[in-house]
């Protein structure tokens, strides 16, 4: 096995990866595809770093929405603070986003009293509720808090102002094991060769241009 590390893993990157590798590979290692430039994306950004400034008091430069406030100030009542960036090693210690580590992620909304947590993560989509992002989100803060030994969570849908399902998020080894399984995959393909393609139903929006299923 190839014991050199690829690329980190994050959310998008082991979603991409387990979807179809060769899109991984181009967005995450050969980095060769059209920057996303949609005015949904575009929004998304916008409301999320107006909530970022909202909850790390400085509304004063990007001032968020009425409609977000009501659902962002119960949380910075809690002390809550926002897009805390983590990295974790492959032994499940902490370490610094930045430099190397074998995983990294951003946690939209943080609240952490003690031996408790709370995360939220903002989405500005359809309604889909699926707890993958937020179990990875808690398995970054539990590497680098220790001490924390209770953990829950939910998606906050923002078009439906509303708080999604609330998810005990405390057990987080399942999600440690199929990261690591994912990683053991990707340590073993050669980062300087296009991986093989995947065909599946979002071949019809891939960015991919050039592989032989795509639909877009």
């Known amino acids: 096995m190839r014991e050199t590390l690829v690329i980190p893993w994050s959310y998008s990157f082991l979603n991409d990866f387990t979807n179809c590798r060769r899109k ?10 059209p920057k996303e430039d949609t005015p949904a994306l575009s929004e998304g950004i916008r409301i999320h770093r107006e909530l970022e400034h909202y909850l790390n008091g400085r509304a004063h430069t990007m001032p968020a929405p009425p409609q ?4 962002a100030a119960p949380m910075a009542a809690r002390g809550a603070i926002a897009e805390v960036a983590l990295g974790m090693t492959a032994d499940r210690g902490g370490a610094s986003f930045w430099r190397a580590p074998w995983g990294r992620g951003k946690l939209d909304v943080l609240i952490r009293d003690g031996s408790t947590a709370v995360i939220f993560d903002w989405k500005t989509g359809k309604e889909r509720e699926d707890p993958r992002e937020l179990f990875c989100q808690s398995l970054l803060l539990q590497a680098n808090y220790p001490e924390v030994t209770k953990v829950t969570g939910a998606y906050v849908w ?12 405390t057990d987080v080894d399942r999600t440690y094991n ?5 990683m053991h995959e990707v340590a073993e393909l050669p980062p ?12 019809g929006w891939c960015p991919c241009k050039g ?3 795509n639909r877009s």
């Open 24 to 33: 991984a590979w181009h967005k995450f290692i050969a980095r060769d595809l």
């Open 68 to 71: 977000y406030v009501q659902l």
């Open 158 to 169: 923002l078009a439906q102002a509303k708080l999604g399902q609330v998810y005990d998020l």
């Open 178 to 182: 199929a990261n690591v399984a994912i």
């Open 192 to 203: 300087e060769e296009e991986w093989e393609p995947t065909p599946n139903p979002l071949c």
């Open 211 to 213: 592989c032989e299923y």
